[in-house]
């Protein structure tokens, strides 16, 4: 207990609420950051006729830079020191486009252009691994805030922002979190064991208490996995549904198996 004249505990206990303070403003500040991206997009595309992709680093959540962005039949671009490439408005219809920077996993992603506007522009790319490794990476729109990536070892560890942040072997590690909308979500993998099994899923954390929500259905959250250097699957979440957690795939002795579904957890 502290008592009136011990100055250490009142340091202490200032030393945490300084720290609180900080936790606060920065989350404030990030999700006032992401709230102008959308407007600056929407207004380009209002004022300028052009649509804008923006780029995010999966391990830091910072925008990427002279990353070059060759969008099939559009043209190439490079993203400015915004992390962002602005281009001339499209038809409707889906678009594929690869990604590529020196010390980045290059990869190919797509987006869909709905009614004259880009269905999600934001994409989040990944600092190349070691050998063996597989990362996992959450992306979400502006809500529900807090969505939260969880994988199990089966018989091992579970790592999330909730339970373990990294396995006591070091083999995996949640090496970033996200409470305020957009993501990224990172897991990593670092030595992925071939005889275990493993299973990823997200959870609404900010409707927790709501199993029969539509929130996470309605994120446009997507899963993608990159194992040994390489983007090699990508899960969209299923639209339509009710439920606060979606079984996004398992690891089943190094084989990926997906196709599941939302569901009510508890």
Known sequence: ?????????????????????????????????????LLEDVQTEMHEDKFTLRFFD????????????NIRDVGEFTTDP??????????DGIYYFSFSKNGYITANYRFEVIA???????????????????????????????????????????????????????????DRDDTNG???????????????????YVHDYTNTNRALSNALSKSKAVVRVYNNNELTNTFYVPVGKTGNGW???????????????ISSLN
């Open 82 to 91: 915004g992390g962002k490439i602005l281009f001339e408005k499209q038809a």
């Open 116 to 174: 004259n506007t880009i269905f999600y522009n934001r994409f989040t790319v990944s600092p190349r691994t070691e050998l063996g490794a597989v990362r996992i990476v959450l992306d979400w729109d502006s809500s529900p805030s807090d969505l939260d990536l969880h994988l199990v070892k089966e018989g091992a560890y579970h790592i999330s922002y909730h339970k373990m942040h990294s396995s006591g072997d070091g083999a995996a590690r949640l």
């Open 247 to 261: 079984n996004v795939f398992k690891i089943n002795r190094g084989e990926i198996e997906g196709g599941f579904t």
């Open 58 to 69: 999966a391990l830091t959540g910072d925008v990427v830079s002279d990353g070059v962005i």
């Open 182 to 200: 957009y993501g990224p979500e990172t897991i990593t993998i670092y030595r992925a064991d071939k005889n275990a099994v493993y299973t990823c």
């Open 1 to 37: 207990m502290c008592g009136e004249l011990n100055f250490n505990c009142i340091i202490m206990k200032r030393g945490l609420i300084l720290i609180l303070l900080s936790v606060i403003y920065f989350a404030a500040n990030s999700q006032i950051d992401k709230m102008r991206d």
